[in-house]
């Protein structure tokens, strides 16, 4: 039930993806780009910085993934290009969440019933543990850009 209920939150929830944007000039206003470019070294053409970026992803969630959420929220802060400075990935393992859930435990007090057992007639089709697939969560560390001429 429980990674049924985090499924249809990430679900609903939309990208897993959270970036975390610090404006550098709050006074600056700018209007959203069509378009944002994703750099890998700094360009030749002069450029004022907007606001540095953290994005992070979920274990098991691509690269990709990631960069396209920050080039989504520099695209909303006016940016024309993002500067990619780092990026860093972490190995998170699976994680066994143990089952039964609170009424299937012997110990498991009622208000009305008291303390007793609640049969299960079907213990074959809940597994008594569950596993949430571990993997590499990426974060990347960037700058949003805008070029003056």
């Known amino acids: 039930m429980r990674i049924l209920f985090v499924f249809l939150l990430c679900l609903l929830g939309g990208c897993a993806t959270t970036t975390s944007v610090v404006l550098l000039d709050p006074t600056q ?4 780009t069509p378009s944002v470019q994703i750099l890998l070294k700094a360009p030749t053409r002069p450029y004022v ?6 994005s992070k992803g979920l274990a098991g969630e691509p690269e990709p993934s990631v960069l396209e959420d ?3 929220q520099a695209r909303k802060l006016g940016a024309h290009a993002l500067l990619v400075l780092e990026t860093s990935s972490i190995y998170q393992p699976p994680i066994i969440i143990h089952e ?5 435990l012997p110990w498991y007090h009622d208000r009305w019933h008291g303390y007793r057992y609640w049969f299960d007639p079907m213990p074959f089709a809940y597994p008594a543990q569950r596993v949430l697939p571990g993997g590499n969560a990426y974060t990347v560390r960037s700058i ?3 070029y003056t001429d």
């Open 144 to 146: 949003a850009i805008r």
């Open 70 to 72: 920050a080039r989504e």
């Open 49 to 54: 910085e907007i606001a540095k970026l953290e």
């Open 100 to 104: 039964p859930w609170p009424p299937y």
């Open 29 to 32: 206003k700018y209007t959203p």
